[in-house]
């Protein structure tokens, strides 16, 4: 086996360093800008899981109605400045969502309670940015 002089491990280990120091920093300091860049495939792979979820429940008058709610959701997601991915995972509509999207039926209780939670949450977050400036 090749002996590997002292320098070279030095170096690299110096080298590895500065790059994951630079790493950090970047991305503590873009936060937003990654965000902003990355918010229109999460959005669309949300879309995308949610409307194959809704596709494969049973066909019933409150399908389409879900259907909306879900489309009024990631538009309104999209017109949002900051999007918290996190936060958003643990949002009680998007639980509320999937509890009903794991099923097989959706009846009107579901559906107002999946828009009195669409309201609360988008107010709640407008409030919110309106505090903030």
């Keep these: 086996m090749k002996k590997y002089k002292r320098g070279c491990f030095l170096t ?19 936060k937003s800008e990654l965000t902003d860049l990355f918010k229109p495939v999460v959005i669309s792979s949300m879309k995308k899981e949610f409307n194959d979820k809704i596709d494969k429940m049973e066909t019933n008058r ?10 009024d959701y990631l538009s309104q997601l999209k017109k949002r400045k900051d999007i918290n991915f996190e936060k958003l995972k643990t949002s009680q509509f998007v639980i509320h969502l999937k509890i009903i999207l794991d099923g097989e039926k959706i009846d009107s209780s579901e559906i107002q309670n999946l828009k009195s939670l669409l309201t609360r949450d988008f107010l709640k977050n407008e409030r919110s940015e309106k505090n903030r400036n």
Excluded: C, G, P
């Design 12 to 30: 690299l280990l110096i080298s590895l360093t500065i790059i994951i120091a630079f790493a950090i920093y970047f991305f503590k300091n873009n």
């Design 62 to 71: 409150y399908k389409d109605s879900l259907r909306i709610i879900v489309k």
